[in-house]
């Protein structure tokens, strides 16, 4: 089992930036592909980000060009850098660990406003 805790969220004005960070522990963090999904208010959970074991990393359509995501086994960690925010990315974002079980972080908020 691992436990997932997401930093980095706030509040930034349209065109800003930043940097997400999700720190796992419990587990061996380089056997899990590793995710970031958003929550939006009245909207569904939607997959934002992803990147597997390997390093191979796929993108929302909605984010691609603007968001980043990356990993450091090292120190059991994945991040989203997050550019040219709009306020639409307005959301509580999560981290996900998959492997054969899907675990998830309790959200941080980013609100883009200005």
């Known amino acids: 089992q691992v436990q997932l805790v997401e930093s980095g969220g706030g509040l930034v004005q349209p065109g800003g930036s930043l940097r997400l960070s999700c720190a796992a522990s419990?587990?061996?963090?380089?056997?899990?592909?590793m995710g970031w999904y958003r929550q939006a208010p009245g909207k569904q959970r939607e997959w934002v980000a992803g990147i597997t074991i390997d390093g191979n990393i796929s993108y929302a359509a909605s984010v691609k060009g603007r968001f980043t995501i990356s990993r450091d086994n090292a120190k059991n960690t994945v991040y989203l850098q997050m550019d040219s925010l709009k306020p639409e990315d307005t959301a509580v974002y999560y981290c996900?660990?998959?492997?054969?079980?899907?675990?998830w972080g309790q959200g941080t908020q980013v609100t883009v406003s200005s």
């Open positions: 996900n660990a998959h492997q054969l079980s899907s675990y």
């Open positions: 419990g587990s061996i963090f380089s056997i899990y592909a």
